[in-house]
């Protein structure tokens, strides 16, 4: 590992490499290490994402994320040689109550203003699309065709192979365990495999963000929380082109993987996680599966999926997801600490934002600003609020992931 580098990235999740390879690509001649204190890259909270990338948001700023994201993915084998593993099935959106098809008809014309293609969708599309549906459980759907997934690991290996490619060097087994402060900078970042001196820190650490603030001196307004997933055994049925689908009155999602079906929900008792009062080696792999959670959210989604019932588990998936008070990213520079960027927060957008982070942060650090204004996203935003109250406030809005009135998913 080099003593000293320009740009050091902590962590190799998406949101990391993502920033390494914008970084890069940019030819600079600055050097760029990647630093992962586990054995892989995207071993953590990356591979346990669903990956869905869809384009409905109630921030106009969070659709042009997620449509930079999907044009980078869709050129990015082309561009790069390594595949990221977009499926572009598009994504059905289900409406179990008459509350809730009437929202997804009002969004149409805010959608198509926003330049993301929609329709609300006939029986015909929807057992063409999903043929394992039962439609007499629905009321009706809004398609929206652009929409897609990616494996998230395979497309956070692939930003990672295209950094290296390019120049950056990726360190595993390399736990940073400090931070040197010097005339209020950032001038060394201390690892367990020795020290790497550096003008520039990028903290890109997902639910440990807050350990690394800490080393800072700076308290972060997010909160990992844990989040439930399952993969049932394959299905003969289900055909090549099924799309992401959600049904937000059930708080549920649901789309392929490995031949059967990976759903998930957003508990509407989320479980904090704070990797600050855990054991230093504590892991996403320490999360042991709550099979009620799981076993709850198959009984709501059955009568929509009757297969369901008739699949095993095959397995089960926990990871963390980061929520923040205003369901916001945290993007930008450290309050009190100068050359230190932090990013985090993904609130269960952070595969689909991945292309505009690493973005931002890239041209943040090389030309001090970027085309889109993220200043709604800065770390600070929060500063002197109760702490209580904040952890109150992102339970609130992981819980309420998929409510009529959600920041995150409606466009209202």
Same mark, same amino acid.
């Given at each position: 590992?080099?003593?000293? +580098? ?28 990647? $630093? ?25 700023? &969070? ?23 977009? &499926? *572009? ?11 809730? &098809? @009437? ?21 015909? *599309? ?17 398609? $929206? ?6 494996? +998230? ?9 295209? +950094? ?13 365990? /400090? ?8 001038? #060394? ?7 790497? @001196?550096?003008?520039? $820190? ?18 972060? %307004? ?11 055994? %394959? !299905? %003969? ?11 937000? !009155?059930?708080? #549920? ?14 508990? !509407? ?16 792999? !320490? ?9 709850? @959210? ?12 008739? *699949? ?36 269960? &957008?952070?595969? @689909? ?7 931002? *942060? ?16 800065? %770390?600070?935003?929060?500063? /002197? ?8 406030? #992102?339970?609130?809005? #992981? ?14």
């Amino acid at each position: 590992m080099k003593g000293e +580098a320009d740009i050091i990235i902590i962590g190799a999740g998406i949101w990391g490499l993502s920033t390494a390879y914008h970084l890069a690509r940019e030819q600079t001649g600055r050097s760029i290490v990647v $630093v992962e204190r586990n054995a892989a890259v995207a071993d953590e909270t990356t591979q346990q994402a669903a990956g869905q990338i869809g384009q409905l948001r109630s921030d106009p700023l &969070m659709v042009s994320a997620v449509r930079y994201t999907l044009e980078l993915l869709t050129g990015f084998k082309e561009a790069t040689g390594h595949d990221p593993g977009l &499926m *572009l099935t598009g994504s059905l959106h289900l409406a179990q109550c008459n509350e809730r &098809m @009437a929202s997804f008809e009002s969004q149409l014309d805010h959608a198509g203003s926003l330049g993301i293609e929609a329709q609300i969708t006939d029986g015909a *599309l929807i057992g063409e699309l999903a043929p394992a549906i039962r439609q007499e459980e629905i009321v009706g759907a809004l398609y $929206v065709p652009g929409d897609g997934y990616v494996d +998230a690991r395979a497309c956070a290996q692939a930003y990672g192979n295209a +950094a290296r490619d390019l120049g950056a060097e990726i360190v595993v087994n390399a736990e940073v365990t /400090g931070l040197q402060i010097s005339n209020g900078s950032v001038s #060394c970042v201390e690892t367990s495999i020795g020290s790497i @001196a550096t003008q520039c $820190v990028v903290a890109t650490v997902g639910p440990w963000a807050g350990r690394i603030a800490e080393m800072a001196g700076l308290t972060l %307004p997010m909160l990992p929380i844990r989040l439930q997933q399952a993969r049932t055994a %394959p !299905d %003969p049925g289900i055909p090549a082109h099924h799309p992401v689908v959600r049904i937000p !009155d059930q708080s #549920c999602y649901l789309r392929p993987e490995e031949g059967g079906y990976l759903f998930g929900t957003f508990d !509407d008792e989320p479980m904090a996680i704070d990797p600050r009062e855990k054991p230093a080696n504590f892991a996403t792999g !320490d999360i042991k599966p709550d099979e009620k959670i799981i076993a709850g @959210a198959r009984q709501r989604l059955a009568p929509v999926f009757p297969v369901l019932d008739q *699949l095993d588990i095959a397995q089960f998936r926990q990871g963390m997801i980061t929520c923040t008070p205003d369901a916001g990213y945290i993007v930008g520079p450290a309050s009190s600490v100068e050359d230190l960027w932090i990013a985090t927060g993904c609130g269960g &957008m952070g595969i @689909a934002g991945s292309g505009s982070v690493g973005r931002w *942060l890239s041209d943040l650090i090389l030309r001090g600003d970027c085309t889109d204004d993220i200043s709604s996203f800065t %770390p600070s935003r929060f500063k /002197g609020r109760d702490a209580d109250s904040l952890r109150e406030e #992102c339970l609130h809005v #992981c819980s309420s992931y998929y409510a009529l009135n959600s920041v995150t998913y409606s466009l209202s």
